[in-house]
């Protein structure tokens, strides 16, 4: 398979729904909900600096930058979960389809979008991963 070939983005296509929160804690929140639910397969963070007008003043403000990543067929069902979540009033949010997806990438999100498979955490993991070699917590402490 070569990992230039693409995806028909008539097909489920990846598509990238953008928006903007006020702090760290709110962006992590609503990344770890949207994948914990199979609504998008990552989302990216990063803080910026925003100049914009609200109720007549003119505000200039840190907030984050959220870029998810999903299916098309997916993107409805996550910006209504974004926007439950939001603390704005008002959040934009934003959906932007894609040229093209490498077939590699676009069938990873799929089979892990799709699969009945429950996401657990780094820290669950290792607790997991721990127990299963016998591990004990216990003799740790002390």
Known sequence: MNILEKVDKSSKGIVFVYTICRDIEEARAMGFSAIREKLAISMDYWIINSIYPWQGVIQEIDQYILMFSTEKSLSENLIKHIEAEHSYNIPMIVRC??????????????????????????????????????????EKLK
């Open 97 to 138: 389809d894609t040229d093209m997806t490498n077939l590699p990438y676009s069938l990873w999100v799929e089979n892990t979008l799709n699969n009945d498979e429950k996401y657990i955490t780094e820290p669950e993991a290792k607790i997991k991963k721990d127990n299963e070699e016998g591990v004990n917590y216990y």
